[in-house]
């Protein structure tokens, strides 16, 4: 079992038929920690409980992404989001997915830590690279 880093291919699609509004507010983007017995990637059609990290401070379901900012960096769309940080959390994880709770829990992007990532009673904090063509977590050219 493995966490693959990709945009899910139904993400890509459904972006054609405006299934997905990225803006700020307008649906509910959010990001939900798993285990590395998680298998997600380019084929996760959805956000689900199996093998979903758990733990203290950690809710099943993630918590919203905000500051989502739809932009272009040249002739690439490009998504920012905040850092999200899970406060005083006792937590392991090896990836995430960002899915849109407000369209049937749809995923949008799977994301692989590159290995088991830990807080004890800390702050778990997911940072998100710069919105640039070459850097942002997702990306579309």
């Known amino acids: 079992?493995?966490?693959?880093?990709?945009?899910a291919n139904s993400?890509?699609?459904e972006v054609l038929v405006e299934a997905h509004?990225?803006?700020n507010g307008a649906d509910s983007i959010k990001l939900a920690l798993f285990t590395s017995s998680a298998t997600m990637g380019a084929g996760t059609t959805a956000y689900g409980t199996g093998q979903e990290s758990?733990?203290?401070n950690y809710s099943a379901g993630g918590n919203a992404l905000t500051n989502v900012?739809?932009?272009?960096?040249?002739t690439v769309a490009v998504v920012d989001f905040a850092d999200l940080t899970f406060g005083t959390a006792t937590v392991t994880a090896?990836?995430?997915l960002i899915y849109n709770s407000t369209n049937s829990n749809k995923a949008i992007a799977a994301i692989d830590f590159g290995g088991d990532k830990?807080?004890?009673a800390g702050d778990f904090t997911v940072v998100f690279p710069s919105a640039t063509a070459t850097g942002a977590i997702i990306r579309l050219a």
């Open 69 to 74: 900012t739809p932009a272009l960096s040249g």
């Open 118 to 120: 830990t807080s004890t």
């Open 1 to 7: 079992m493995a966490i693959t880093s990709a945009i």
């Open 21 to 23: 509004n990225l803006t």
């Open 54 to 56: 758990s733990g203290t």
């Open 94 to 96: 090896r990836g995430c």
């Open 11 to 13: 993400f890509k699609q």
